[in-house]
Nanobody, 127 residues
Framework: QVQLVESGGGLVQTGGSLRLSCAAAGRTSRNTSLGWFRQAPGKERDFVAAIARNGENAYYADSVRGRFTVSRESATNTVYLQMNNLKPEDTAMYYC????????????????????WGQGTQVTVSA
């Protein structure tokens, strides 16, 4: 079992920055690959970024590449999503998700791969 708790969402103006955190806990939490997804009202839950189990490989959606950075802190078993140059279209509920084991450049993007999900944190970007 893996428990995930997100934090760091909020309201920010266009061009601003936020950093989301996802604290992972549980017996197998250190043996996980972690992803970030987002869902706007009335839309599908979309892939944003992921970081592999080893912390060396990171993957991004085209819409956020160059603006968002995903990182992993082993000591606290926490994953971060640094979001810069935010746009109104980034407004959504952001979810952290975990899968035990490794994932690939392709599989990390598939929300069906992930077994564990956090409760979400709201990000709102005003125009």
């Amino acid at each position: 079992q893996v428990q995930l708790v997100e934090s760091g969402g909020g309201l920010v103006q266009t061009g601003g920055s936020l950093r989301l955190s996802c604290a992972a806990a549980g017996r197998t939490s250190r043996n996980t690959s972690l992803g970030w997804f987002r869902q706007a009202p009335g839309k599908e839950r979309d892939f944003v970024a992921a970081i592999a189990r080893n912390g060396e490989n990171a993957y991004y959606a085209d819409s956020v590449r160059g603006r968002f950075t995903v990182s992993r802190e082993s000591a606290t078993n926490t994953v971060y999503l640094q979001m810069n140059n935010l746009k109104p279209e980034d407004t959504a509920m952001y979810y952290c998700a975990a899968v035990v084991g490794a994932c690939t450049r392709t599989s990390c993007r598939d929300r069906r791969l992930y077994s564990y999900w956090g409760q979400g944190t709201q990000v709102t970007v005003s125009a």
